[in-house]
C-alpha cells in the first residue's frame, strides 16, 4: 500500500532513527517498502531496531563526531546503492535540564552546535555527490532539515538549542539557493511539538496527550517528500 | 615533473596545460578550465566514491603484520561485496615507496587475514604471490561497516600525512566504488560547476571503480589496469546524444572516463548500463566517444601516459612533457593538469579516401 505517493525504490536515509521522530519515520518508510538506511549513537539499539525493521539498514555513528562522517556515507550510499532524500534528524537539546544562556556552559552550545548544526552541515557535503547523481538520474534529490519553532521564537531557556536549529534552518535556505541549479532540493521542516524523548528532556511535565504523535509528523514530512519530487 | 606533496585538491595555483587540436599548446589556470571547453560541449565526470581500500592486519598462519590493499570487484552491485582482487604486501606502510615494500608471507588458498574488525580469507593467488582473491565472512553490511570505518585510503610515499576520506572523495563522489580516487575530478567543486552551466557546457557523470595506479611490482603493473565495472547512467547517454546532435564534443573528466565510454561504444552504438572495462587504450586505439580528455599530468612510461597516445602523436606528447617540465607544472593524483583535444573528427567519407595520421 502506497498512500503516501512516494516514488517506487526511493531511497532515504535517517539521522536519529531509534527514537521519537527518526524512528517514526523509519517505521512509516519501511511499511511503505522505501530502501532505508538509519543512523544512530548506540549499537545494541541500533541492532534492535533494525531486527525490528527487516531489510533496513542500520548504522551506528554520531554526527557530531566529524570522524564518523564519512564513514557514514560511505555506508549510506553502499547501503541504499546512492541515495535521494537525506533526513537529519538526530537532535542535541543543549544543557539537561534547559538552562538560561547565562547558566549554560560553553561547551554546552558547542555540543548542541556539532549535532544541530555541523553534523548536517558535513553529512549533506559528503552524500551531496550522490544526491546530485540522483538529480541527474531525474529521480527525487532531497535534503531535509527537522528544525523547531524555537528556531523562530526565541522561548527563555532554550538558547543553545533554539540558536542552533535557528542556523539550520538560515543553512538550508542557503543549500536550497545554491543547490537549486543542480536539481537538489533542501528544506528546513517544523516538525511541531511531539511527544518524543527528546521533548520529554525539555519539558517533563508536559501532558503528553497535548503533543503531537511523532507518526503524524512523519506522514507530513513523507508527504512532503512526495511533493518534492520529480 | 616534481610530486605534489600535498593532499590538497584544488591548490589555488593548479595549472592546466591545454593542447588545442591543430597540436598548439597554451598554459593556462586550471580553474579557468571552463573558459576552455565550448558551449555545447558535454564534460562527463567520474563519480565514484573513494573506498579506504588499504587494510592493515595480521596472516593468521604465520601470525606476520600485512598490508591488503583492495584492488578489484567483479561488479558494482552494492550485495557483491564479499571477493576482492587483492594486492598484499608485507610489514610497513605507505611511507615506504611501494618499489621497496615487503613482500607478503607466502599467500595460499583458505589463508585467514585479520585485518581489524573484518576477517577474510585467501580464495586463489593469481599467479603473483602478491596478487590473491580474497573474501570477507559476514553480512554485506558488516563487511561495508568494517571497510569503512577501519579501511584507509591507498596512498604513496610522495605524501607523508595520512590520507582521509574527504581528502581522495571528489565533490560529486556518489557510489564507494573506487580503489583510488579518480583525481582529475578533483579539479570540480561548487564553482567550477557553477561556471560550466553559465557558459552552457554540460555535465553528466557515469560510476568508474577506479583500480590502483602502481603496486611497485614490474610484473605486477604490466598487468594494470584490471577489468573495472562501471555504470553508464541512461541520462548520461541521453547528454551525449544531445551533445553531439547540436556540434558538441565529449570532453572525458579523467581516464577512467575514457575506458568507461569507450568500452561502452566498443560494441558499435554507446550502451547504458552495467558494463566491466577490460581493454587497454593506446596508440592503436580508435577513440569512437571522446573528443578531449581532461587528466592529472603522468610521468612517460606509466599507463596513464599510454593512454594519451590515443589522443596525440609521440612526438606532440614529447613537446607536451617538455612543457610541463618547463613550466613547473606538478604531477601525481594532487599535481596540476593537463586538457587534450584530439585533431578534429574527420567525416568517415574522408577517411576512407585519405591518409589522416589520427584517424588510424
Known sequence: MNTLNLPRDLRVAITGGTSGLGLA??????????????????????????????????????????????????????????????????????PVPLA???????????AALATNLLGPFRLTKAVLGALGASARDGRPALVINITSDAAVTPYAGWGAYGASKAALQHLSRIWGEELRDQGVKVIAVDPGDMDTPLHALAVPDADPATLKRPAQAAREIATLIAQASP | MKAATTPVQRPRDAKLLVVDAAGRLHHAARNALPSHLQPGDLLVANDAATLPASL???????????????????????????????????????????????????????DGLALGPLQAEVVRTLGHPRLITLRFSGTADAIWSGIARYGKPIQYAHIDAPLALWDVWTRVAALPVAFEPPSAGFVLDGQM???????????????????????????????????????????????IARARAGGGRIVALGTTVTRALEHAASAGALRSGMGVATQRIGPETRLRVVDALVSGTHEPGTSHHGLLRAFASEALLQRVDQALEAGGYRTHEFGDSVLIERPARVPARLVQTHAIPHAA
Open chain 1, 25 to 94: 519515520l523509519a517505521r512509516l518508510f519501511h511499511e511503505h517498502g522505501t530502501r532505508v538506511a538509519f543512523v544512530a549513537r548506540h549499537a545494541q539499539r541500533v541492532a534492535e531496531v533494525a531486527r525490528s525493521l527487516p531489510g533496513t539498514h542500520g548504522l551506528v555513528g554520531d554526527v557530531s563526531r566529524k570522524q564518523d562522517i564519512y564513514p557514514l556515507a560511505l555506508q549510506i550510499t553502499a547501503a541504499l546503492d546512492g541515495l535521494d532524500v537525506l533526513i537529519n534528524n538526530a537532535s542535541s537539546l543543549g
Open chain 1, 100 to 110: 538560561l544562556l547565562a547558566d549554560t556552559e560553553c561547551e554546552d552550545l558547542e
Open chain 2, 56 to 110: 592493515s592486519g595480521v596472516h593468521g598462519p604465520s601470525g606476520l603484520p600485512v598490508e591488503v590493499r583492495l584492488a578489484g570487484r567483479r561488479s558494482l552491485a552494492v550485495d557483491d561485496v564479499r571477493e576482492f582482487t587483492a594486492i598484499v604486501f608485507g610489514a610497513g606502510d605507505h611511507r615506504t615507496r611501494t618499489e621497496d615494500r615487503a613482500a607478503p608471507p607466502p599467500l595460499h588458498s583458505g
Open chain 2, 193 to 239: 560547476l557553477q561556471a560550466l552551466r553559465e557558459r552552457g557546457v554540460a555535465f553528466a557523470t557515469l560510476t568508474h571503480a577506479a583500480g590502483i595506479s602502481s603496486t611497485g611490482d614490474d610484473a605486477l603493473d604490466a598487468r594494470l589496469p584490471f577489468d573495472e565495472p562501471y555504470h553508464l547512467p541512461e541520462a548520461t547517454l541521453r547528454a
